[in-house]
């Protein structure tokens, strides 16, 4: 008897396996006598990309099964054409994502496979953005494992790996740009100077042998040529802006990412590492301001902070004194040294109210109803560009000010145009514009961006301040301070404390009562979300062959038991073990999970390389309780099946530590036949076939994990163990989960409770 995995595929394997999926031509190859397509598995370097659409479940939304369906063929069957059109392989449909290989089966030199794979996705993003939608595109190339992962009846050509699952996160990275397109630093280095890719951003590597490692993606904007002018010379500023912010240049590529955010191009990807760049110099400025000069006066570290972080440029800290009045800290020269605030005016009651930095710009200002025309006589007329408020222990301490050398004076006739303009708050913008430029003629004309330096400057700047200020008091008052003052200046301190944690407390208790509410307004909206998947059932495959079935769309809403699931430690199985003997282990196992499936009534919808996607009820109708009841039988006969083939392998002397975990749901699904025009195949898609799905990935190894709605149905034959609530992603409420026994005299849960949250 032939070893699972090991020979050929025949040419009725390879119709069923490519055709539809691949070049006819290469198909056509395949078959032919001079290539022999081995089941075994062997190691190609290929070029994966994972397609997404993205807003599906929004797309679907409110549409009836028959027009999802419409909707969704027509886009597979143009994703299906433009690969297929540049040498690549639909290896499989997920719903209304698509992983696609080039470079296999046949293989090609690297820069060829890579090169084709960037010229689909350009092609699949211009298509979809024509039609108002969007695809994201992950492209990785790297090694792969290939070969036979399906069972002895029915063998299935497919690739899986760390770099094909690298294409999946990509796909996410993608989301950083409105390209939507992101790809490896390997494809990047295929590609040559033939296309315009730049970075994209770093990510962490999470899973695998590397993870806690860092890799560079990047994007792709098209080919060089084709690029206008304009484009190109915004995409060669944005490659010189990255390598400054590579070199630790931060401040120097914040000015440039700056400019490239304010040209309201729309590119995400500039206001990315705009906000990337102002944090580095916001650290940076922090750091320098530590590491002045902590002791000596004050004035001294104002200066050692304004030399360090901003260069040619003056502050000065305006700060309450003994009296009550506000003054600033040293003689600003080109301000009034009798120039006073109280406490209880508008400027500094303005002050309060500011959450950060303001820019002292009259157009601005004087949309602020909180600005008043006093505000506006003592701030506008001190010549800055920028206030920040310092706080200490949440009280304002002082307001830092700056501006830009050189400048002309504070009481120059624009600024006095533009105290009047800001004073009559009650007249149009439009007029404190017309009566002053800026108040720019003071200082360089200044952003946003600047005032949150200033800003994290102010509050860095508050405790150096506050510790100089306390020190000079301990030096000024040590001989008169005796031990009862220091208790009652500590008591005064606690008590400030309480009534500030008791204010506190109190905001907090309030934030608790409006999020309760958003919770209990926000339960019942469950995100629809589509995760199709593919996999040709025996009985299917038999009806199509023999002619009983068209391969016209057919779909319908059915109440159906779905079953996930995986084995877990397969990756490091495969770093582990060589791929002869993995693909043997695998096959068998698979192989014995599917004869079970098939003796209890199941339909097989799709193999996911180590995993398996089985429901109950369709196309054979059932009722709910039978379609439950006979996947728990299903689901304890393979996990009893599973222990012999462990104890059988361990006998043969195969280190593989096999533990299965096992997800089951129970509800409605739209089922019938989903693909592209070429070829379709008999699936389930829904929200509830997702939760089983996320029950799978919640759950121990050797756990089968049930619903709340399987248990209901399945009790009165198998006792269900409750292992409490948990969270899944893509449903707002907490779902109860429950664990099937299926080891004699098992009266606890084996996969050990709680679950984790997914």
Not at 192 to 205: I, N
Not at 543 to 558: D, F, M, Y
């Amino acid at each position: 008897m032939e070893e699972p995995g090991s020979g050929y595929f025949n040419r009725a394997d390879i119709e069923r396996n490519f055709r539809g999926y691949l070049a006819p031509g290469l198909c056509e190859r395949l078959c032919g006598s001079d290539f022999t397509l081995s089941r075994a598995w062997e190691e190609l370097t290929c070029t994966s990309m994972f397609t997404d659409l993205r807003g599906f479940g929004d797309l679907m939304e409110g549409r009836s099964v028959a027009q999802q369906g419409e909707f969704l063929m027509p886009y597979l069957g143009m994703l299906t054409g433009v690969v297929i059109a540049h040498g690549g392989y639909v290896e499989k449909f997920m719903g209304d994502s698509v992983l696609a290989i080039f470079g296999a089966p046949i293989g090609c030199p690297e820069a060829e496979h890579a090169r084709e794979a960037c010229l689909a996705a350009l092609e699949i993003v211009a298509w979809s953005a024509a039609r108002g939608l969007v695809t994201g595109i992950g492209l990785n190339t790297g090694p792969c494992a290939a070969g036979d992962m399906g069972i002895d009846a029915y063998p299935h050509f497919a690739v899986q790996g760390l770099e094909v699952n690298w294409a999946s996160r990509l796909e996410e990275e993608s989301t950083r740009t409105t390209l939507s397109i992101a790809m490896g630093e390997r494809t990047r280095a295929s590609l040559g100077k033939e296309f315009r890719a730049p970075v994209l951003g770093d990510y962490l590597v999470e899973r695998g042998p590397k993870r806690g490692s860092r890799k560079r993606a990047f994007t792709l904007v098209g080919l060089e040529a084709e690029l206008d002018p304009s484009t190109r010379g915004t995409w060669d500023r944005y490659d010189r802006a990255v390598a400054l912010l590579d070199a630790g240049k931060a401040e120097a590529a914040l000015h440039e990412f700056s400019h490239l955010a304010a040209e309201g191009s729309g590119e995400t990807l500039f206001s990315h590492f705009l906000d990337e760049a102002q944090a580095l110099v916001v650290d940076e400025a922090q750091a320098s301001l530590q590491a002045a000069p902590s002791s000596g006066d004050a004035t001294a570290l104002l200066e050692a902070c304004s030399a360090r972080i901003f260069g040619p440029c003056e502050l000065a800290y305006l700060l309450p004194g003994e009296d009550g009045l506000w003054r600033f800290l040293d003689e600003v020269p080109f301000v009034s040294p009798s120039l006073v605030f109280s406490p209880e005016g508008d400027a500094l009651t303005w002050a309060r109210g500011l959450g950060g930095a303001a820019l002292l710009d009259p157009a601005r200002l004087a949309m602020d109803a909180s600005f008043t025309a006093e505000a506006a006589q003592s701030l506008l007329a001190v010549g800055f560009a920028i206030a920040a408020p310092a706080h200490r222990r949440n009280e304002l301490c002082g307001i830092l000010f700056y501006r830009s050398k050189p400048g002309t004076q504070g009481d120059c006739a624009d600024c006095a145009a533009a105290v009047a303009a800001c004073g009559a708050a009650a007249v149009a913008a439009e007029s404190a514009i017309a009566a002053c430029g800026a108040i720019a003629a003071c200082g360089a004309v200044l952003d946003d961006n600047d005032a949150a330096l200033v800003h994290a400057l102010a509050e860095a700047f508050a405790p150096q301040y506050a510790e100089l200020r306390l020190a000079e008091y301990r030096d000024r008052y040590r001989e008169k301070a005796s031990d009862a003052e220091k208790l009652e200046e500590s008591n005064r301190e606690l008590e400030s404390q309480s009534v500030r944690l008791a204010k506190a407390l109190e905001e907090v208790r309030k934030l608790n009562s409006n999020l309760e509410s958003l919770v209990s307004e926000q339960v019942g909206k469950l995100e629809r979300a589509f995760n199709l998947k593919r996999y040709l059932p025996p009985r299917l495959v038999e009806e199509i062959i023999e002619g009983g079935r068209t391969l016209a769309p057919a779909l319908e809403r059915r109440k159906i038991t779905v079953f996930f699931s995986d084995v877990h430690g397969f990756t490091n199985a495969t770093d582990n073990m060589e791929a002869e003997d993995l693909a043997r282990l695998l096959n068998e196992y698979l192989s014995a999970m599917s004869e079970i499936a098939f003796r209890h009534g199941g339909t097989i919808d799709k193999f996911r390389g180590d995993g398996m996607m089985i429901f109950f009820g369709a196309p054979e109708p059932l009722e709910p309780e039978e379609s439950a009841k006979r996947c728990a039988r299903m689901a304890i006969e393979m996990c009893r099946r599973v222990e012999e083939l462990k104890a059988k392998w361990d006998y043969g002397g195969f280190d593989w530590a096999l533990g299965v975990r096992m997800g089951i749901n129970t509800g409605y699904a739209t089922v019938g036949e989903f693909g592209c025009e070429q070829r379709m195949d008999y699936t389930a898609i829904g929200g509830e076939v997702n939760l089983a799905s996320r029950l799978e990935s919640a759950c121990e190894e050797d756990c089968i994990v049930v619903s709340h709605a399987t248990m209901a149905l399945i009790r009165d034959i198998f006792p269900c163990l409750p292992m409490g609530e948990i969270t899944v992603k893509g449903i707002s409420r907490p779902v109860r989960v429950y664990s099937v026994p299926w080891r004699e005299n098992q009266s606890s849960p084996s996969c050990g409770s709680p679950l984790a949250d997914i």
